[in-house]
Nanobody, 127 residues
């Protein structure tokens, strides 16, 4: 079965950290740019960050710069999102997605570029 599965979400206090994982099954992530997106209650989905096939991140939302880091482990067929210094406004459902047109020098911040999506994992930042 071809799918992306996110994991690692949960409840964390402000200032805490979480690491999300995005693991592919049924296909290899090597040839895909990968993006992380999130959707807060009552808001539109927004791009968080992305990583090219060569492991470079060419986009991060201003709100997460310096706090979130994306990394890929092709051997594990997994992309990670390390989230530090979490804030209540980071609360939402986090999705990973794969873009087959993404190359080694660019990844898109637009969800229109991504054709395969995971089911999402809930992140709640609250005291």
């Amino acid at each position: 079965q071809v799918q992306l599965v996110e994991s690692g979400g949960g409840l964390v206090q402000p200032g805490g950290s979480l690491r999300l994982s995005c693991t592919a099954s049924g296909f290899t992530l090597d040839y895909y740019a990968i993006g992380w997106f999130r959707q807060a209650p009552g808001k539109e989905r927004e791009g968080v960050t992305c990583v090219t096939t060569s492991g470079n991140s060419t986009y991060s939302a201003d709100s997460v710069k310096g706090r979130f880091t994306i990394a890929r482990d092709n051997a594990a067929n997994t992309v990670y999102l390390q989230m530090n210094s979490l804030k209540p406004e980071d609360t939402g459902v986090y999705y990973c997605a794969a873009d087959p047109t993404g190359g080694d020098s660019f990844c898109s911040s637009s969800d229109y570029s991504y054709s395969r999506w995971g089911q999402g994992t809930q992140v709640t930042v609250s005291s």
